[in-house]
């Protein structure tokens, strides 16, 4: 269905009226009958009927009384929406395009966390696109009423909003991902057949279990055993001499252990913190399993095989692949950066002071100019097989997913981790007001709402 960008403005003459007036040349494009005297208009899941008088003005405008707008939970000043005609009585604006977050108030205004940029491009790719884009949380959920932010003049406006056709989560907590509330939100969701993604949480252990069910993704995962035990870390030595431990629902680097057997048969503890690292011997498993304990009560945690990965100027160094979904078979890259480790670190994340380089560049001095072209398309290969093994087996509905890959000296790529909630500080180098992922993001949401047909806005 064809649709026409709106340009919405509030009646001003008759504000308590229900009614509406529409301009001439946007009646022509429609192809609404000249002696229509009701339209029905839509948005979100909000309609109302009310008169329709016809105006010439050579624009694609349409004037709603102040009644109208807040029977459609939109905001009392002008705002450009699409308008898509269900009918030849039935006029859809929108879609309507919620983000799920945590929302934090401050004195200097309202914050979003470390998604708080990213928010600000979403907005702004919808405001150009007639979207309308609002972020709201778990506490300001209504199914009844919504309350969310909105972008207007630059600045965040809180304020009641249509219901969403479609919900982008970046909730940031798993806690609160598994909260009673948030179930209750998401079955809202589904009873009102709104889409929502990402679904949720991956842990490590899971997206573990679901690769190394791919007999042709084997080759590039690490060995990795559920840390259960001291029998377990004892055995994965009898086979590894370098292990790390980590967090099955971690993320950012945080809590992550390196233990290595030394020829002595003494064992070696790295962990990170953000002074640094710490390091300590011990002279026995079970006296390195006695100190271990205490720091692995807090959820499960994983043993993996260390990799010898490439470095870069000594550091530790990864490679960060941005994926996006476009339908519901295909997948594209949309963004690839080569992360190296600040000093002392053995994670490769920019919480941890690391820094993003041109993946071009990395890859040309470490392998050379040639053998870099074969290596770019193979890592992008992988991560795109990745995803699709993923969305397919772990349930639920999957947009965007951020896989961290590494390369051995020889050249052989590993998956280090798949990240369902990808951190917009340090995916892309950001040369555009409006990065490709945010674009990605609600072209995604957009084929969702089913509202925009085939064609992506530009």
């Known amino acids: 269905?064809?649709?026409?960008?709106?340009?919405?403005?509030?009646?001003?003459?008759?504000?308590?009226?229900?009614?509406?007036?529409?301009?001439?040349?946007?009646?022509?494009?429609?192809?609404?009958?000249?002696?229509?005297?009701?339209?029905?208009?839509?948005?979100?899941m909000h309609t109302v009927t009310c008169p329709i008088v016809f105006i010439k003005e050579d624009h694609f405008g349409l004037s709603l009384s102040e009644n109208v707008l807040n029977k459609l939970c939109l905001p009392i000043h002008s705002l450009s929406l699409q308008g898509t005609l269900k009918n030849n009585q039935h006029l859809q604006l929108g879609p309507v395009i919620g983000l799920l977050t945590e929302i934090k108030t401050t004195?200097?205004?309202?914050?979003?966390?470390?998604?708080?940029?990213?928010?600000?491009?979403?907005?702004?790719?919808?405001?150009?696109?007639?979207?309308?884009?609002?972020?709201?949380?778990?506490?300001?959920?209504?199914?009844?009423?919504?309350?969310?932010?909105?972008?207007?003049?630059?600045?965040?406006k809180k304020g009641i909003v249509p219901y969403p056709n479609v919900v982008h989560n970046r909730i940031s907590s798993r806690k609160r991902e598994r909260s009673k509330e948030f179930l209750q939100v998401t079955s809202d969701f589904i009873e009102n057949k709104v889409p929502y993604f990402n679904d949720r949480f991956l842990n490590k252990w899971e997206v573990h279990q679901i690769l190394s069910g791919s007999e042709?993704?084997?080759?590039?995962?690490?060995?990795?055993?559920?840390?259960?035990?001291?029998?377990?870390?004892?055995?994965?030595?009898?086979?590894?001499?370098?292990?790390?431990?980590?967090?099955?629902?971690?993320?950012?680097?945080?809590r992550i252990f390196r233990v290595k057997e030394k020829e002595n048969q003494t064992y070696h503890l790295d962990f990170t913190t953000f002074s640094g690292e710490i390091n300590t011997e011990y002279t026995t498993l079970q006296k390195l399993y006695s100190a271990l304990s205490p720091r692995l009560k807090r959820g499960p945690f994983l043993l993996q095989e260390t990799i010898q990965l490439s470095k870069y100027q000594n550091?530790?160094?990864?490679?960060?692949?941005?994926?996006?979904?476009?339908?519901?078979?295909?997948?594209?890259?949309?963004?690839?950066?080569?992360?190296?480790?600040?000093?002392?670190?053995?994670?490769?994340n920019l919480a941890r002071g690391g820094q993003i380089y041109p993946i071009k560049t990395v890859l040309s001095e470490l392998y050379g100019k040639d053998e870099s072209r074969h290596l770019r398309k193979m890592l992008a290969e992988l991560s795109l097989e990745i995803v699709n093994i993923v969305s397919l087996h772990a349930?639920?509905?999957?947009?965007?997913?951020?896989?961290d890959?590494?390369?051995?000296?020889?050249?052989?790529?590993?998956?280090?981790?798949?990240?369902?909630?990808?951190?917009?500080l340090e995916n892309e180098q950001k040369s555009e007001r409006i990065r490709p992922s945010a674009r990605s993001v609600i072209n995604y949401c957009l084929f969702l709402s089913q509202l925009n047909g085939k064609k992506e806005p530009a």
């Open 405 to 424: 890959l590494g390369l051995d000296p020889k050249g052989h790529p590993w998956i280090i981790e798949v990240n369902t909630k990808p951190s917009k």
């Open 315 to 348: 550091r530790t160094l990864d490679f960060r692949f941005l994926c996006h979904k476009k339908d519901f078979q295909q997948w594209k890259v949309t963004s690839a950066v080569a992360r190296v480790s600040g000093e002392n670190q053995f994670v490769a």
């Open 107 to 156: 004195e200097d205004g309202v914050r979003f966390g470390s998604i708080h940029e990213f928010c600000k491009e979403l907005a702004s790719y919808c405001m150009n696109n007639g979207i309308f884009f609002y972020i709201f949380s778990l506490t300001t959920y209504n199914k009844h009423q919504m309350e969310g932010y909105y972008l207007h003049e630059s600045e965040w």
């Open 395 to 403: 349930g639920g509905e999957f947009g965007e997913f951020g896989i």
């Open 216 to 254: 042709h993704l084997r080759p590039y995962l690490p060995m990795s055993q559920l840390f259960e035990s001291k029998s377990t870390l004892e055995n994965m030595f009898n086979i590894k001499k370098d292990v790390f431990i980590k967090p099955i629902n971690g993320s950012q680097g945080r």
């Open 1 to 44: 269905m064809k649709h026409e960008i709106i340009e919405i403005t509030p009646l001003q003459h008759a504000p308590r009226s229900t009614r509406c007036e529409m301009s001439e040349k946007l009646r022509q494009r429609l192809n609404l009958p000249i002696n229509l005297h009701f339209l029905k208009i839509g948005c979100g």
